[in-house]
Nanobody, 122 residues
Framework: QLVESGGGLVQTGGSLRLACVVSGFTLDDYAIGWFRQAPGKEREGVACMSTTDGNTFYDDSVKGRFTISSDNAKNTVNLQMNSLKPEDTAVYYC?????????????????WGQGTQVTVSS
């Protein structure tokens, strides 16, 4: 099970920290990805991390602003989002991949959280 938290309403330029608490399995064995979906748009990979080698992926639109990190002791993956823009507005999901690829393709992920809404006002 994956449960996201930390979403909300923030002004342009503000920050939010999303958390994804994982239960039922350990982070050591799975890649974790953060995805987002805006109304009328396809779900897209924002930041993904493979726990095998620590490699990370960031979409070009968030590079330098978002940081994915894991706290294995707490079985939690965080997404720190800084310098938020209105185009970051979406429902954000965390997901786990048993193959531990760290892929940005949502089709590679097996387990999903329920999502948390992030709204950035202009």
């Amino acid at each position: 099970q994956l449960v996201e938290s930390g979403g909300g309403l923030v002004q342009t330029g503000g920050s939010l920290r999303l958390a994804c608490v994982v239960s039922g399995f350990t982070l050591d064995d799975y890649a974790i990805g953060w995805f987002r979906q805006a109304p009328g748009k396809e779900r897209e990979g924002v930041a993904c991390m493979s726990t095998t080698d620590g490699n990370t992926f960031y979409d070009d639109s968030v590079k330098g602003r978002f940081t994915i990190s894991s706290d294995n002791a707490k079985n939690t993956v965080n997404l720190q989002m800084n310098s938020l823009k209105p185009e970051d507005t979406a429902v954000y999901y965390c997901a786990a991949d048993r193959a531990n690829l760290g892929s940005s393709d949502y089709n590679d992920y097996d387990y999903w959280g329920q999502g948390t809404q992030v709204t950035v006002s202009s």
